[in-house]
């Protein structure tokens, strides 16, 4: 029995579960000279995937309707006629959101469980940790003693993010939806400060406060008014790191954001969006200091493991409410 989640209809507006489809297949799946047979053990659920999910033009092409929806999949190994794969072996890739699939062996990593848990190759040793360590270290430029904000930082890699600029000596700052993710920011990340953005009514005074010095570098992984908020309190030669902007991936009209340019003019700021993909020459050096961090215990992280594959399309919707702490990952 296989079981599939396809896209059924482009979500407008916030996604639900009647945008995808679940099939059951009663086959069973046989490989070819080169490929190999695997099982889905953990799917990882990111925000971009929205904009996949979107016809719009963007850096990786849309989902076709009625075809399976495909996300960052950790999957062991059930049968190999490729080389490179024995039975047994874990690997990492993206794969489509499915109980078993046929793979011919591209695209996919080995993972070993015996270093860290399957999950968190999906996390801190996966996308996460890489987007975090990459955005930081290349666009952030940071030097001892600045002052980071970071937004949403409770999450998968606001979490990574304030970590290391806590590593790298600097004062961290985090931005997030609850009470308890701002206790977590600070207990278990060890984040300086934390700001509840629900729960602030001034936000632009209370990043002042909290960052006395002024901002050098903000981490943004929401966009939107909380970014507005961080963006009036830069120092001279601050950077932005564009991240993300969850903020604004399920609008239907286009938002109203602050001017930014008055900003980046008076303070000589640089602002740049960037892709992990764009470090792929990077991922070795980074990967090696995350896993060297973890050993040693200064780089901690969290996961909400959602169970059982057909919660795959709640978990992913889940996201735009904040329901995660750290990355969000199914457990199949
Ligand atoms: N550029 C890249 O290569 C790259 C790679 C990976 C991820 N990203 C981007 O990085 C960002 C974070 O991704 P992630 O995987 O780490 O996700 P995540 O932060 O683990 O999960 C999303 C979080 O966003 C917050 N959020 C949801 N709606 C919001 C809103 N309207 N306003 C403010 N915050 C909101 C929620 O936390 P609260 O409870 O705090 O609201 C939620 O937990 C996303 O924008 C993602 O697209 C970019």
Redesign the pocket.
Known sequence: MIKTILLNSRPEGKPSVSNFEFKTEDIELTIKEGELLLETEYVSV???LRGRMSNAKSYVPPFELNQPVQSGIIAKVISSKNDNFKEGDYVSGMLSWKTQQVSNGEGLNKVDPSKAPLSAYLGILG??GL?AYCGLTEIGQPKKGETLVVS?A?????SVVGQIGKILGLRVIGI???DE?IELLKSKFGFDAGIN?NTTKDMTAAIAEAAPNGVDIYFD??G?P?SDAVLVNINRLARIIV?????VYNNTEAPKSLSVQPFLVKNSALMQG???SNYAEKFPEAMTQLTSWLAEGKLTYSETIVEGFDNIPQAFID??E?K?KG??VVKI
């Open positions: 990111d925000p971009y996308m996460t987007t949403g409770a999450g998968a890699v606001g997030a939806g609850s993710k953005y992984n929401v939107g909380i991240c993300g902007a969850i903020s960037f892709i992990v996201l735009f904040g995660n990355k969000m």
